[in-house]
């Protein structure tokens, strides 16, 4: 039966076909959306969308993101991240609440002449219901909404009953009237207007009725999308999938789902809210927002794409989607969670020695999709647990040569025994496949290395022992006499580069390397000493003068061994040129030995592709 509410969206659209069309004008307010405005193709009003067949993603990732804890961004970090969010195609881009701070209000400010239309016109300006006893149009809240210039506004109106008595402090009628008010001016200036029902299933299961009628407001007032908002992240997903089911049956509108992750279930609840008739679904990329997040956009948008095929504007981009993800995390600064679905590090990673021969058959044998869909890759670790089958994976990925299958076998046990035996003495391969990789290639006939260290010391001058003046102020600490100083020097051998070739082979003739001394001055001997081998090594190798350590850890394996324990320490590289990462690892009872063999390996990894041309092998010295 159709529903009355349905009746009436008919009714009300068929009252305004006088004074709308699909080509309306917007008549924007503020400075810069005067006249032609950039979104002028959309409609205040849209059709509805319904799930799972087609869905609307909607990031909220430079607004409800930002709420996360130690998540900041400038307003250029977030320009930059709405140009990112608009090139992998998101249909919405949440970008702030001007009403409530400067950042966000700079930023729709400087969106009007500094992003172009087509990001522009994907724009939501976030705010709430106006104020009680204050009509919406001279809201100051509501008014920095209109000025914003964005085309969608998203306004957040309490749907739970106690929420409005108790901590509104407004009666259930007057929270009515805020809402059917707030809405009815933004749609009366041509905005396209989201009502996110916050406390909305907490609501529907405390008094349904109430919540009925908070969205026959919004909807009569025209609200092109119900979002059902999780708010305190504690509904079951058959909850979820019940009382959306009910909102979609009643009201022919957009119904949308913001979920919150309090109970491990933001993603689960936004993917069977959309398999219940959802057809926009907000979230924020990796999941960040507030306590434990939000629904994880980088799991939800590839769930819906690849294993239940819905519709989506980025469904064409998924193939962007890690790189997407880790484009945020480094521009926010955090770490990228390595176990994320999808986009992570280790998403498709695989250590079990039966796993990795299973795979060698057949790569879906212990992968649910193709890596490559989602712009992803899949890694062999190597560890004491694997078996033979990763290494001979491994080998056959890096082997320069043409071996039988019989001698790839005999090398790979070899180079499993020694794994084992390094990380029986503290070694640990899994997060730093790059010295895997050095191990395999050290270990295969015709290869040579790019460079050899023949020797280094490093010196460490301190003159102020007493820990106080190490922080006295008072003192120009630019001056080399307060504070300990560090310096390296380093011998390294590399290829000659005015070297011909052809001359390579006549040992009478000039040897095909020379040497480099270099000496470096840091902030420790670690410092000192990769500041060293980096500036020996760059001029035969000029490519190494875009990579940089971004990462230095180090553990003592034994504390009870004192000041003559075993130390491990790992080290990360990038690459900024393509922005590639990888990992090295070195243990040594020496902290400055383990941390130069890492160095080593990290630098070794980054020219493996010079390796084939150079000759610094035995039988040239």
Same mark, same amino acid.
């Given at each position: 039966?159709?529903?009355?509410?349905?009746?009436?969206?008919?009714?009300?659209?068929?009252?305004?076909?006088?004074?709308?069309?699909?080509?309306?004008?917007?008549?924007?307010?503020?400075?810069?959306?005067?006249?032609?405005?950039?979104?002028?193709?959309? $409609?205040?009003?849209?059709?509805?969308?319904?799930?799972?067949?087609?869905?609307?993603?909607?990031?909220?990732?430079?607004?409800?993101?930002? $709420?996360?804890?130690?998540?900041?961004?400038?307003?250029?970090?977030?320009?930059?991240?709405?140009?990112?969010?608009?090139?992998?195609?998101?249909?919405?881009?949440?970008?702030?609440?001007?009403?409530?701070?400067?950042?966000?209000?700079?930023?729709?400010?400087?969106?009007?002449?500094?992003?172009?239309?087509?990001?522009?016109?994907?724009?939501?300006?976030?705010?709430?219901?106006?104020?009680?006893?204050?009509?919406?149009?001279?809201?100051?809240?509501?008014?920095?909404?209109?000025?914003?210039?964005?085309?969608?506004?998203? /306004?957040?109106?309490?749907?739970?009953?106690?929420?409005?008595?108790?901590?509104?402090?407004?009666?259930?009628?007057?929270?009515?009237?805020?809402?059917?008010?707030?809405?009815?001016?933004?749609?009366?200036?041509?905005?396209?207007?989201?009502?996110?029902?916050?406390?909305?299933?907490?609501?529907?299961?405390?008094?349904?009725?109430?919540?009925?009628?908070?969205?026959?407001?919004?909807?009569?007032?025209?609200?092109?999308?119900?979002?059902?908002?999780?708010?305190?992240?504690?509904? /079951?997903?058959?909850?979820?999938?019940?009382?959306?089911?009910?909102?979609?049956?009643?009201?022919?509108?957009?119904?949308?789902?913001?979920?919150?992750?309090?109970?491990?279930?933001?993603?689960?609840?936004?993917?069977?809210?959309?398999?219940?008739?959802?057809?926009?679904?907000?979230?924020?990329?990796?999941?960040?927002?507030?306590?434990?997040?939000?629904?994880?956009?980088?799991?939800?948008?590839?769930?819906?794409?690849?294993?239940?095929?819905?519709?989506?504007?980025?469904?064409?981009?998924?193939?962007?989607?890690?790189?997407?993800?880790?484009?945020?995390?480094?521009?926010?600064?955090?770490?990228?969670?390595?176990?994320?679905?999808?986009?992570?590090?280790?998403?498709?990673?695989?250590?079990?020695?039966?796993?990795?021969?299973?795979?060698?058959?057949?790569?879906?044998?212990?992968?649910?999709?193709?890596?490559?869909?989602?712009?992803?890759?899949?890694?062999?670790?190597?560890?004491?647990?694997?078996?033979?089958?990763?290494?001979?994976?491994?080998?056959?990925?890096?082997?320069?040569?043409?071996?039988?299958?019989?001698?790839?076998?005999?090398?790979? /046990?070899?180079?499993?025994?020694?794994?084992?035996?390094?990380?029986?003495?503290?070694?640990?391969?899994?997060?730093?496949?790059?010295?895997?990789?050095?191990?395999?290639?050290?270990?295969?006939?015709?290869?040579?290395?790019?460079?050899?260290?023949?020797?280094?010391?490093? $010196?460490?001058?301190?003159?102020?022992?007493?820990?106080?003046?190490?922080?006295?102020?008072?003192?120009?600490?630019?001056?080399?006499?307060?504070?300990?100083?560090?310096?390296?020097?380093?011998?390294?051998?590399?290829?000659?580069?005015?070297?011909?070739?052809?001359?390579?082979?006549?040992?009478?003739?000039?040897?095909?390397?020379?040497?480099?001394?270099?000496?470096?001055?840091?902030?420790?001997?670690?410092?000192?000493?990769?500041?060293?081998?980096?500036r020996a090594l760059i001029p035969s190798h000029p490519s190494l003068g875009t990579v940089e350590l971004i990462d230095y850890k180090v553990r003592i394996l034994d504390p009870e061994s004192a000041t003559g324990a075993s130390t491990r320490v790992m080290i990360e590289f990038r690459d900024i040129g393509n922005e590639t990462t990888w990992t090295t690892v070195s243990v040594d009872q020496n902290v400055i030995s383990a941390?130069?063999?890492?160095?080593?390996?990290?630098?070794?990894?980054?020219?493996?592709?010079?390796?084939?041309?150079?000759?610094?092998?035995?039988?040239?010295?």
């Amino acid at each position: 039966m159709t529903s009355p509410l349905r009746d009436f969206h008919d009714e009300s659209a068929a009252s305004k076909s006088s004074t709308t069309s699909n080509d309306i004008k917007y008549n924007f307010i503020s400075e810069g959306f005067e006249g032609n405005s950039p979104f002028n193709e959309l $409609q205040s009003r849209m059709n509805s969308v319904v799930g799972p067949s087609q869905v609307l993603v909607y990031d909220t990732s430079l607004r409800d993101g930002t $709420q996360g804890e130690a998540v900041s961004v400038s307003c250029d970090d977030k320009l930059k991240i709405a140009t990112r969010l608009s090139n992998f195609d998101v249909d919405f881009i949440e970008a702030g609440w001007p009403g409530s701070n400067p950042k966000d209000a700079e930023f729709f400010h400087r969106a009007k002449t500094e992003l172009d239309s087509n990001i522009r016109k994907k724009l939501v300006a976030f705010g709430s219901t106006r104020r009680k006893k204050v009509d919406a149009k001279d809201d100051p809240q509501m008014r920095a909404l209109v000025e914003s210039g964005a085309p969608t506004i998203c /306004m957040v109106a309490k749907a739970h009953l106690w929420q409005v008595t108790d901590i509104l402090r407004a009666t259930p009628e007057e929270n009515l009237e805020m809402i059917r008010d707030s809405v009815e001016y933004l749609v009366s200036l041509d905005r396209r207007v989201f009502v996110d029902l916050e406390h909305f299933f907490d609501g529907y299961k405390f008094d349904k009725e109430y919540v009925m009628k908070c969205c026959k407001e919004a909807f009569k007032a025209g609200a092109s999308a119900l979002v059902l908002c999780d708010t305190n992240g504690g509904s /079951m997903p058959w909850e979820i999938e019940q009382i959306t089911q009910s909102i979609v049956e009643t009201f022919d509108v957009t119904v949308g789902i913001h979920a919150h992750n309090d109970c491990g279930m933001a993603v689960a609840n936004s993917i069977v809210s959309v398999k219940s008739g959802a057809g926009l679904v907000q979230g924020t990329i990796n999941g960040i927002g507030e306590r434990t997040g939000n629904a994880d956009l980088c799991s939800i948008v590839p769930a819906l794409a690849l294993h239940i095929n819905s519709n989506m504007k980025c469904k064409e981009t998924l193939a962007e989607i890690t790189s997407l993800s880790r484009f945020v995390d480094e521009t926010m600064n955090r770490k990228p969670n390595s176990a994320a679905p999808f986009v992570g590090s280790s998403a498709f990673a695989h250590k079990g020695g039966l796993h990795v021969a299973a795979m060698e058959r057949s790569p879906m044998s212990y992968q649910h999709i193709d890596p490559s869909a989602v712009g992803n890759i899949k890694r062999i670790l190597i560890s004491e647990l694997s078996g033979r089958q990763n290494i001979i994976g491994k080998i056959k990925e890096f082997c320069v040569e043409n071996i039988s299958e019989e001698a790839v076998s005999e090398r790979a /046990m070899a180079i499993l025994n020694r794994v084992k035996q390094l990380e029986s003495k503290g070694y640990t391969f899994e997060g730093a496949e790059a010295s895997v990789d050095i191990m395999i290639l050290h270990a295969t006939k015709g290869y040579c290395p790019p460079f050899v260290v023949l020797d280094y010391s490093a $010196q460490v001058f301190d003159s102020h022992l007493d820990p106080s003046k190490k922080f006295d102020t008072s003192h120009d600490q630019n001056n080399s006499s307060y504070g300990p100083t560090a310096r390296a020097t380093i011998k390294v051998r590399t290829m000659d580069l005015d070297v011909e070739e052809d001359v390579s082979l006549n040992l009478t003739e000039k040897l095909p390397y020379t040497d480099h001394l270099e000496v470096s001055d840091g902030n420790g001997p670690v410092d000192a000493l990769a500041s060293a081998l980096k500036r020996a090594l760059i001029p035969s190798h000029p490519s190494l003068g875009t990579v940089e350590l971004i990462d230095y850890k180090v553990r003592i394996l034994d504390p009870e061994s004192a000041t003559g324990a075993s130390t491990r320490v790992m080290i990360e590289f990038r690459d900024i040129g393509n922005e590639t990462t990888w990992t090295t690892v070195s243990v040594d009872q020496n902290v400055i030995s383990a941390s130069l063999n890492a160095l080593v390996d990290g630098y070794e990894y980054a020219l493996i592709e010079y390796a084939p041309s150079c000759m610094l092998c035995d039988d040239f010295y």
